[in-house]
């Protein structure tokens, strides 16, 4: 069973972050460049919230806002949702289900050391199960 360390080892750790005051089309711009779905909202070294591709569908888009005057602070999912570096990746997974988010910022001891989404989290369970299938194959053909 994979822990979330061990996801992060072999994703990176990096973390794409924006201010609350940035503009939404800043946000959207860094995702693009970033190729990621979502950004955390840092203020003076402090997780504020995430924003993602579904709040700007949902908050901007489709209610006909613009994205380069509407700043993070209005859109962003500001209750987040965390984990740590030692929960496995069920864990999480039932989190994001339960919780219905997409994405995870980890934190050890208040700070944040990266962020998985549930793509990371779908693919660390396939590999454990892959590994699973190939020892009990061994196992049974000898």
Do not use: W
């Not at 360390?5 to 972050?17: F, N």
């Not at 949702?81 to 980890?106: D, F, N, W, Y």
């Amino acid at each position: 069973m994979k822990l979330v360390k061990d996801i992060l080892g072999e994703k990176g750790a990096d973390i794409y972050s924006i201010k609350p005051g940035d503009s939404v089309f800043d946000a959207l711009t860094m995702m693009s460049d970033k190729k990621v779905g979502a950004l955390v909202v840092m203020e003076d070294g402090e997780l504020k919230g995430v924003i993602s591709e579904r709040d700007y569908a949902r908050k901007v888009f489709l209610k006909g806002r613009s994205s380069p005057e509407t700043s993070v602070r209005e859109i962003m999912s500001s209750h987040v949702v965390c984990a740590t570096p030692r929960q496995s990746a069920e864990e999480c997974m039932a989190l994001m289900t339960g919780k219905r988010v997409r994405h995870l910022p980890i934190l050890d001891h208040n700070q944040i050391i990266g962020v998985v989404s549930i793509g990371d989290l779908v693919k660390a369970i396939i590999s454990d199960q892959q590994f699973i299938i190939e020892q009990l194959e061994h196992y049974i053909n000898g």
